[in-house]
RNA sequence: AGGGGCAUGGUGCAACGGUUAGCACACCGGCCUUUGAAGCCGUUGAUCUUGGUUCGAAUCCAGGUGCCCCUGCCA
């Protein structure tokens, strides 16, 4: 791992010490239960790391368990993919487990309960059992069938379990309180009948399925999880939870609830991006535009910038929305101790040195990456024909602007001193090509005259040069919360159009050829860059990860929006004239 | 007759009754530079509000305000 992380303390790092000091736990487990019903996204990443990190600080061991208590939205596609996800971000689970793994003992649990007087079946509507729940200001009414005598309720359990009842016509209860302030003891629900489809595990073995909040709380019991941890939404739950496992005189779970982290630019709730995969408006779970983990992977982020980001964000109670700029400050900071250096012309221009031998190459050193001396050295092809970019010639440049323009003598990084004397533009007035001279006492780019240039730029020989295609990628939205749409918008029309532009033509330096999916390098002044899996022999395409941090980018930023505020005030100002005008006219 | 949670610079966290209220990112300066990168140095900027307890309150208590969650046979 190229990035320290520095772990600060936080109130559930603070309350697992605490009871270990006190005996309540003498080891600690921990899990991490997904549904098996989507990607993981980077806000998983965070419960997985929380779990996975308290569990390996304390010596303990964390489960991965699927809670998979409903067969009509989960599917074996998604376990996989959420097993891979957490192994690339480097974590090995004790034990896998599923909450249908108890669906057994479940069962037992809920005739204990019957037999115990505790639970009822009801056979009210659906549309009964809401309105009879009450409301946030009313207490909710009893069922009718809440009295029914035990044997009767056992032998309609078991008649729900043999399927001798249709979906959604009767339910097996708790029986709690229905004036509890709290909804969630309000006689919850412990089993629904769901005919089909099969499920993912057991098949048609069960047509009754435990409701989450019969089978989270037990499952973690079951495998003596010390430390439930979740997020906030479940702290109205855990009073139903302890209530279960007092019930039930099983293992003793503590619960302890922390706030999701949000990321701006982007959304990150598990409807809204199936939203985007399914109508197409993203390419897919793997778009490197996505929040999902494996669209971060393919974006080219390391798991290691990915555990630091989250390190930093730390844990609290409060809900939050970090800047996605520090998530990128992290990929940035791991990324330039990594990634080897090379370099690549994305919007090429064709510059050719008029005083450079025809058809002579020459062979120059390049540093493969000056944080890392191990890194060692390549080299790179020189010629009299090369490209560099677009935005590196000025005609007329602006002020501080540091690169090639007519007169100006820059250095080609690790070649030579050149300075353009020339340049040649087509019938719309584009630039097309620049030509220059070089000093050939500057190769390698030291003036022995010890004259300092103030320009660098990055340049490929034309002739060595290999094509290859670059997936620029922006944010996804153009506002930092597409949740928070106004009246009549949909976090959809927030989308930024330019997410995406695929460059083609790019000219990359032909030590490059033999890249493979996955490899990472800083192409210099630009930014870093993954090889996409849809690579092929004769087709080598890049994704750009991130950008490297650009003064001059935010320079020139900075005078476009000065120029639109100039021009909006000097409108302003017309206007104001025009109609003092007018009324001196009329 | 509602219940539960949360409030510290622009953002995310820390300070656990005693610090000039700290750190990171961002921002703004400067130094350095064969990447306008990286690195280094520095500046600006915060305790929701009103009371109370206390020698002393960001921290404890009460009221107020604001935000989030809860009325699935979803998880």
Redesign the pocket.
């Known amino acids: 791992m190229t990035e320290e992380i ?1 772990k ?4 559930i790092r ?1 309350a697992v010490a605490e009871d270990l000091a006190s005996g309540r736990f003498s080891s600690i487990a921990t899990r991490f ?3 098996p ?1 989507g990607y993981l996204h980077i806000g998983h990443a965070r419960a997985i790391i929380i779990d996975f990190s308290i569990a390996e600080e304390n010596g303990g061991f964390c489960n991965l368990r699927f ?4 067969p ?3 599917d074996v596609e998604y376990v996989d993919a959420i097993k891979e996800d957490i192994r690339w971000l480097g974590y090995e689970w004790k034990n896998e487990f599923y ?1 249908s793994d108890y669906f057994d003992q479940l069962y037992e649990y809920a005739i204990e309960l019957i037999k115990k007087g505790k639970a009822y079946v ?1 056979e ?3 549309d009964e ?2 309105k009879n ?7 909710g009414v009893n069922s009718p069938y809440r009295d029914r005598p035990i044997e009767e309720n056992l032998e309609l359990f078991k008649a729900m379990k043999e399927g001798e009842f249709a ?5 097996l209860r708790t029986r709690i ?8 003891m309000r006689d ?2 412990l089993y ?3 005919h089909n489809p099969p499920h993912h595990r057991t098949g048609d073995k069960w047509c009754i ?5 019969f ?2 709380g037990q499952s973690d019991s079951i495998e003596r999880i010390t430390h439930s941890l979740c997020s ?7 009073p139903l939870y302890e209530w279960f496992l007092e019930e039930l005189g099983i293992f003793k779970t503590r619960q302890i ?1 922390f ?1 999701r ?2 990321l ?1 630019y982007t959304v990150m709730s598990k409807r809204r991006l199936v939203k985007l995969v399914k109508e197409g408006l993203v390419k897919g779970w793997d778009d490197p535009r996505m929040p999902t983990l494996t669209a971060y992977r393919r974006r080219g982020y390391t798991p290691e910038a990915i555990r630091a980001f989250v390190e ?12 996605v ?2 998530l ?2 992290h990929i ?2 791991d990324l ?2 990594r990634a080897e ?1 090379r370099m690549a012309v994305l919007d090429p221009l064709k510059v050719v040195i008029t005083n450079y031998p025809e058809g002579q190459t020459e062979i120059l050193e390049a ?1 493969n ?3 890392d001396e191990s890194a060692g050295t390549r080299q790179i092809p020189f010629s009299r024909e090369f490209y560099i970019e677009k935005s590196d010639f000025s005609e007329d440049p602006p002020n ?4 090639l323009a007519p007169g100006r003598e820059v ?1 080609l ?3 030579y001193f050149v300075t353009a004397t020339d340049f040649v533009k087509d019938e719309s007035g584009e630039v097309t090509e620049v030509h220059c001279t070089y000093d050939p006492e ?5 003036a022995p005259d010890g004259r ?7 340049w490929i020989s034309a002739e060595d040069a290999i094509d290859a295609e670059v997936r620029i990628y922006d944010r996804l939205f153009t506002v930092p919360n597409p949740m928070s749409a106004e009246e009549g918008k949909d976090f959809t029309d927030y989308l930024n159009a330019d997410s995406l532009e695929t460059v083609k033509g790019c000219k990359l330096e032909p030590g490059l050829k033999g890249a493979r999916p996955g490899d990472r390098f ?5 930014g870093y860059f993954v090889v996409d899996p849809d690579t092929t022999d004769g087709n080598l395409i890049f994704n750009r990860t991130v950008t ?8 020139e930023k ?1 005078r476009a929006s000065e120029k639109m505020e100039e021009n909006r005030r000097r409108k302003q100002e017309q206007k104001r004239k025009q109609k003092e005008a007018a009324k001196k006219a009329g």
Do not use: C
């Open positions: 520095n600060t303390s936080h109130f603070e239960p997904p549904e019903n809670d998979d208590t409903n009509t939205k989960e909450a009801d009210q509507t659906q059992v809401r729940r009450g409301s946030l200001t009313k207490p979906d959604g016509s009767v339910v309180d229905m004036e509890s302030g709290n909804m969630n919850p629900v629904r009948i769901l399925y435990p409701m989450y909040d089978a989270h906030l939404e479940y702290e109205d739950h855990r609830e706030a982290l949000g701006t930093a964000t730390g844990v609290a109670k409060k809900n939050s929305t970090a800047d700029g520090l990128e400050h940035r900071q330039n101790k250096r540093t990456n000056p944080e501080k602007y540091f690169r250095r990084r690790y070649g500057t190769k390698g780019g030291y300092k240039v103030r320009g660098t730029i990055h800083q192409f210099e002044r630009l490297l941090r650009d003064t001059w980018a935010r320079i900075a």
